[in-house]
Each structure stands twice: as structure tokens, then as C-alpha cells.
């Protein structure tokens, strides 16, 4: 049995001190016997972090992959001397962003129950060759090659954190927020127009990648030089760490020595919402969420779907509907907001 890291190691060590191989980390599902939640970990290493036994048959262990994101790694770390990097760097970023993105238990999930919802959800994509219903590993591999060139179209900014309270990251480090309603999103996986992603690399800087029609950057591409501030306002670092639980599956992390922040960002973000579902998801058996979600494909009326399997759903659904229902108040994004949208700023973009 292979345990695979569905965050890399060497991403969770720009967390850790120098030379050690350690984080913080909280578990958003994990009780002990008497049903309480246990408190998170001031010192955790990066090996058992976000990572299960054979979670996609030992392929993210492959040297290809490794290679791949040690060069990100790299690059992230020269970032913080630098904001000029070559073409090869820029798509390095852009590369990891999105596998990342799509490398973790929720994508998974999700590709997962497209392929057997098939035809009663839309599954097109840009791709003429290529359906969301076609399987996790290949809209992985898509992405990887090809799909990571939109984000070079997205407006790139490094934000370079000189307060006291660090970023954090999670299970899911490409927190995704948009701007618009539910309903205005034709698909949240493939839609450009609104999005924001919120991607930390280090407890001192974040990557903001923001949609040029709704905010006023520029897309990143051809250029190289990526623009960068400094902001010093801990609420607005707050408030970024607030997406990253909401975003996460099961686990966020932190720096060394940060796990009651954690614990306290997760009880904040509760008393926000109606029950802790919202957050916390499903905490239960991974396998009773496997079944639940095949049944719900073709036996919905099922006595075990309607005991068990609905309850196991909702709270999937409710976990999933929190980023919709929570307006982040980042004050250095909120500026950077257009009065009016350019409209065919998608439309001229081909990739």
C-alpha cells in the first residue's frame, strides 16, 4: 500500500521552521471515543498531512509528479526575493495551481458522482474530446497539460503578509470564491467570469488570482513581472484563512505552534452558520459517503439511502453551499472591484 499525498510535502514544508518537517493541523471530522472533537496539533509532520493509503493507485508518487512540484516549490520560495520571473516560471505556477485544484478528495468526489449522475447533470467542457463525466484522472491530466492557461489569463497578485497573524492552508489550498449568486454560475468548475482563487504559499504570502472583468488587474499574460503588495491589516489575513476552512475536506494547517488558531477559526466560522454541518461536512465513514453517493445515482429509494444515505448527502450539500453563503470582507480585494464589468473580456480569450 502506497500513502500518497494528495498535498505535497514539499508545499506543506514552506509552513514548516527551517529544516524540519512539521505544521500545525486541526481535523475538521476526527472525535475520540466519547464523541468530542479532538484538538488540534501544534506540531504535526508533513508526511501523515493531507495523505491516504493508495488514493490514486500510487500514480501521485510517480517521479513526473514529484519533479513537478519541487520546481513549484522552488519558485514559490524565489517569489519571496523576487517578483520577475521567465515563461517557464510563470507556467509552473499556473500548472501546480490547477492540479493542485483538482489533486484532492473533493475533486475526486465530485468527478466521481458526475460519472454517475452521467446524462442528468451537464458535463460539457471547452474540450470537444473531453466531458466532467469522463473521470477524475482525466480531467487531472487535462488540466495539468492544457487547462492551466486560463489561469494565466486571470489578474496574478502576491500578497506579501507583514502582520502578526499568518496565512494558513488545508486540505484544499486553492480556495475558490465568487462573486455572483449560485445561480449566475453555469458551472463553478469550468467558469472563469467572477471567479477568485486564494492560494497561500508560505505563512507570509498568499497568490490572489482575480477575474480581469470583474476587478481591475490585467490578465498575467505574456508578462512575467507579477505584481505584489504588502498589507499589514490582520482582519483581511483573517478573513483569507476563513476561506481556507471553508474550502478544506477534512484537515487545514498552519506554522508551528498555531493549532488553537485553527480551532478558534473553526468555531468562529460555526457560529456563523445554522449547525456545524456547514463546516464540517460529513464526518463520518468515508465508505458509508462512497455508498451514499452511489445509491443516490439509481436507488434513492432504497430503505439503507433513505435511513442513512440522504442525511450523508445533505450534510455534503450544506459544507458545499457555505462559500456561497459567506461574504468575505478582504479589504485590499473589495478596492480592487470594477464599478462595471467588462463584458467580453472571456469572449476574446482562447485556450
Given at each position: 500500500m502506497v500513502n500518497e499525498h494528495y498535498v505535497p510535502q514539499s508545499y506543506l514544508r514552506l509552513l514548516a521552521p527551517p529544516n524540519e518537517s512539521l505544521i500545525?493541523?486541526?481535523s475538521l471530522v476526527e472525535t475520540h471515543e466519547g464523541g468530542d472533537y479532538r484538538t488540534a496539533y501544534n506540531r504535526y509532520p508533513t508526511k501523515k498531512a493531507a495523505s491516504t493509503e493508495d488514493f490514486a493507485d500510487g500514480w501521485l508518487e510517480q517521479n513526473e509528479i514529484n519533479q513537478m512540484e519541487n520546481a513549484a516549490k522552488q519558485t514559490f520560495e524565489k517569489l519571496?526575493?523576487?517578483t520577475v520571473l521567465d515563461k517557464e516560471g510563470i507556467a509552473t505556477i499556473s500548472q501546480f495551481v490547477m492540479f493542485q485544484g483538482d489533486r484532492t478528495p473533493l475533486a475526486r468526489r465530485h468527478y466521481q458522482v458526475r460519472r454517475l449522475l452521467g446524462d442528468h447533470v451537464d458535463n460539457t467542457t471547452n474540450w470537444d474530446d473531453l466531458t466532467l463525466a469522463d473521470g477524475w484522472e482525466e480531467i487531472l491530466v487535462r488540466n495539468a497539460a492544457e487547462g492551466h492557461e486560463q489561469l494565466q489569463h486571470m489578474g496574478w497578485l502576491l500578497v506579501k503578509n507583514d502582520s502578526d497573524t499568518p496565512f494558513i492552508t488545508?486540505?484544499?489550498?486553492s480556495a475558490q470564491y465568487f462573486a455572483r449568486d449560485l445561480e449566475a454560475i453555469e458551472n463553478s468548475n469550468t467558469q472563469a467570469e467572477g471567479?477568485?482563487?486564494y492560494f497561500p504559499i508560505g505563512q507570509d504570502h498568499l497568490f490572489v488570482f482575480l477575474d480581469p472583468s470583474r476587478f481591475e488587474l490585467t490578465g498575467q499574460y505574456p508578462n512575467t513581472k507579477i505584481d505584489k503588495i504588502t498589507i499589514s491589516d490582520p482582519a483581511d489575513i483573517h478573513e483569507v484563512n476563513q476561506l481556507q476552512v471553508l474550502s478544506a475536506s477534512r484537515e487545514?494547517?498552519?506554522?508551528v505552534g498555531y493549532g488553537d488558531y485553527l480551532e478558534e477559526i473553526v468555531?468562529?466560522?460555526?457560529?456563523e452558520f445554522p449547525n456545524e454541518t456547514y463546516i464540517r461536512g460529513y464526518t463520518g465513514d468515508l465508505g458509508r459517503l462512497q455508498l451514499a453517493y452511489s445509491l443516490a445515482a439509481g436507488f434513492a429509494n432504497s430503505p439503507w439511502y433513505r435511513k442513512y444515505g440522504k442525511p450523508i448527502i445533505n450534510a455534503e450539500q450544506k459544507e458545499a453551499h457555505a462559500i456561497w453563503e459567506h461574504?468575505?470582507?478582504i479589504g485590499f480585494v473589495h478596492e480592487l472591484r470594477r464599478d462595471e464589468p467588462i463584458t467580453d473580456y472571456w469572449d476574446n480569450i482562447t485556450v
Open positions: 500545525s493541523r486541526y519571496q526575493e523576487t488545508s486540505d484544499n489550498p471567479r477568485e482563487i487545514i494547517f498552519g506554522p468555531d468562529e466560522l460555526i457560529l461574504d468575505h470582507d
